[in-house]
């Protein structure tokens, strides 16, 4: 009985016949505020020392915010003393603008000017709630109270903005809960703040509509912006922004709508820290608008660093499926992936468009590698292990060797349960493929060339044998053959030049059947030949071993 979805009324729809912005593309970056400092700080367990604001602050300016909140310096002394901080110590650079929040009574609007004293530009942002439920049940007020608390506050704002004229005030009005607010009533406060402020004179004004609480799919909120815009005074003359919260998981979407339904700025959070589910991820949208090819006007190339900041002040762990600052989300474990993520990679270019399937973004640009795009575990393919060994230690295997030793990496990685590292993979393959038996190590080899095909000598471990054959490969295989009483078959085999970066020139791989049973082998070596041979006979000595094995297995038994 406790969970019962009757419990819950559906949020009524705008009623809208001439919605435009479903037809309009973002073009460029929103004026954004970073609110990390008072909303986000606000939230946290452990509000932010003087010092962790300090290193976010700095931060902030780093990527390129022009104007953020700060704190409420009215409600809290350590959002004071930062203020009179950054304002004492010179350290807001010239084009950036510091916002303050302030409830609309007139002693912490007073207090928040205290705080401000001397600043060069400042936003003051005043807000009071007017959504239906806080009317009616926290303030018990009917509109014309709320209007009027509104419009109180904004007088006092400016008069106190007058006796300070050594600073650029910018004026803020949030009507809190806007979402959980009739329109006409929204934009009948919005109205009468502005008749006090007078955008249309010079007075810069900024009104914001918080979705304090996402109430509705990211579209409503879309249509609640347009429906404001269409419908308030002096549109023209003051900034319309956005502080969305992400009770939906809807945050960014709906940030994303009100823009292009007609907002300017746009508030958030590096990594979306704020009340409850957060607010808005400035990280996601940014990038979101970078990812379309617009210039975001921040500068996130450090991701690393705005990750570890972030948590160093908040102490919260960023998830490692973030949108474009998670560990994770850049990598790759499936095997489909792998495969087209390394076609796609292997032919891009510098300076080519980014068309990459499954990387909406190239890591690089967050300061991320390639190496990490591509990591191993039980659910990977072939794609993915050659990947890896080609890319770490120049192996780059013939098809037919990545499908059988993908099976090996991937019953390893079934044993361990989890990832398996690029120095395991390899080492598998080595001990796979590559060990040689001091035995079978080859010495020597000799060539002799006749119009009838080749007659080859091999010296390996105490060992000299000679057989004949149209080339190298037959006619090592006839003496083995000989030498040992077994039948050989070649099945395939490959030989390439090694890049730089290792020891040997060549590396050989081949597949034979040996009595009917295949057996693999690849070999390092000095020159291709010496390879192939090796190789052959690597992959003969497995089988012996293995007869060996089942021979002394029975005796035993
Ligand atoms: O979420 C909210 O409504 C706020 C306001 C004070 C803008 O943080
Ligand atoms: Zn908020």
Redo the contacts with the bound molecule.
């Keep these: 009985m406790g969970f019962d979805h009757r419990k819950y009324v559906a949020f009524q729809p705008v009623q809208k016949t001439d919605r435009r912005w479903p037809d309009q593309v973002i073009q460029h970056a929103p004026t954004w505020c970073a609110v990390d400092l008072r ?1 986000g700080n606000q939230a946290l367990v452990k509000p932010m020392t003087v010092a962790q604001k300090q290193r976010l602050f700095d931060l902030l300016v780093k990527l390129g915010f022009k104007e953020i909140e700060i704190g409420f310096p009215a409600a809290s002394q350590p959002d004071f003393d930062f203020c009179r901080k950054l304002i004492e110590e010179n350290r807001v650079p010239d084009d950036v603008r510091i916002q303050v ?1 302030t409830q609309a009574r007139p002693e912490l609007i007073a207090r928040t000017y205290e705080a401000l004293e001397g600043a060069k530009n400042a936003i003051v942002h005043v ?1 009071n709630s007017t959504s239906t439920v806080q009317r009616e049940k926290v303030f018990r007020m009917d509109r014309e109270g709320i209007k009027e608390i509104a419009v109180n506050g904004a007088r006092i704002v400016k008069s106190h903005a007058e006796k300070q004229p050594g600073t650029n005030w910018t004026f803020q009005y ?1 009507p ?2 806007f979402t959980g607010t009739e329109l006409d009533f929204a934009a009948e406060v919005i109205d009468a703040v502005n008749e006090v402020w007078r955008p249309d004179q010079g007075q810069p004004v900024i009104i ?1 509509l ?1 979705a ?1 609480v996402e109430m509705a799919t990211p579209n409503v909120f879309a249509d609640q912006i347009e429906w404001i815009c269409d419908n308030v005074k002096y549109r023209e003359h003051f900034q319309i922004s956005v ?1 969305t ?1 992400n009770d939906r998981g809807c945050a960014v979407a709906a940030a994303e709508l009100a823009v292009m339904a007609g907002a300017d700025r746009v508030e958030g959070t590096l990594m979306g820290n704020g ?1 409850r589910t957060g607010n808005m991820d400035l990280v996601t949208m940014a990038m979101n608008l970078y990812s379309q090819g617009i210039d975001p006007t921040l500068d996130l190339s450090g991701m690393a660093e705005i990750t570890d900041v972030v948590e160093a002040c908040t102490e919260i762990p960023t998830h490692p499926r973030h949108p474009y600052a998670g560990e994770l989300v850049f990598t790759a474990f499936s095997g489909s992936h792998q495969d087209a993520i390394r076609k796609c990679l292997s032919t891009y270019k510098e300076g080519d468009k980014w068309e990459i399937a499954y990387l909406p973004i190239d890591p690089r640009d967050l300061g991320r590698r390639y190496e990490e795009v591509v990591r191993i575990n039980s659910q990977s393919g072939k794609g993915g292990v050659a990947y890896v060994l080609e890319r770490d230690y120049n192996i780059a295997m013939p098809r037919w060797l990545q499908i059988e030793f993908s099976k090996v990496v991937q019953q390893a990685a079934e044993t361990e349960g989890g990832e398996v590292d690029s120095d395991t993979i390899h080492r598998l393959f080595e001990e796979k493929y590559l060990a040689v038996r001091p035995e079978w190590r080859l010495r020597t080899y000799d060539l002799h060339r006749t119009d009838d095909g080749v007659t080859a000598t091999v010296e390996f471990g105490s060992e000299r044998l000679s057989g004949e054959g149209l080339g190298a490969v037959e006619a090592v295989a006839a003496a083995v053959e000989k030498r040992f009483d077994v039948r050989l078959a070649v099945e395939a085999y490959e030989e390439f030049a090694l890049g730089e970066g290792t020891n040997a020139n060549a590396m050989a791989c081949i597949r034979i059947q040996v009595n009917g049973e295949p057996h693999s082998a690849a070999a390092l070596a000095e020159d291709t030949t010496s390879a192939t041979l090796q190789a052959l006979l690597s992959a003969v000595a497995n089988h012996v071993a293995v007869t060996e094995t089942s021979a002394s297995g029975t005796a035993t038994a």
């Design positions: 909303d929040l807000y949030s809190e809960s914001n918080p304090t502080h919260h009340e």
